[in-house]
Nanobody, 120 residues
């Protein structure tokens, strides 16, 4: 059994910062991609940032230069440092990971989501 647990969401004023964490636990042999998604009320879920196991990163245009994704592979943990937050960043943020378990199966897992609210 594998779980992803997010933390670090909250309420902040525009221009402020938050740091999200996503910790994977359970029967983990290896983790491939780890990504952050977000879903605002009434909108589709969108990819915010992605990090490969080799250190490569990608960002949505809307967050480039403001958000930084990172991974601590030894701790099976991913982070999203969010700076210069804007009201339009208000969303539920989800982590996603492709994880190979000890049984050899490669599966995708989602975290439970953490609310980020940015007030103007």
């Amino acid at each position: 059994q594998v779980q992803l647990v997010e933390s670090g969401g909250g309420r902040v004023q525009a221009g402020g910062s938050l740091k999200l964490s996503c910790a994977a636990s359970g029967s983990i042999f290896s983790i491939n991609a780890m990504d952050w998604y977000r879903q605002a009320a009434g909108k589709q879920r969108e990819l915010v940032a992605a990090a490969t196991s080799g250190g490569g990163t990608n960002y949505a245009d809307s967050v480039k230069g403001r958000f930084t994704i990172s991974r601590d592979n030894a701790k099976n943990t991913m982070y999203l440092q969010m700076n210069s937050l804007k009201p339009e960043d208000t969303s539920v943020y989800y982590c996603y990971a492709e994880i190979m378990s000890h049984d050899g199966a490669l599966r995708g897992y989602w975290g439970q989501g953490t609310q980020v609210t940015v007030s103007s």
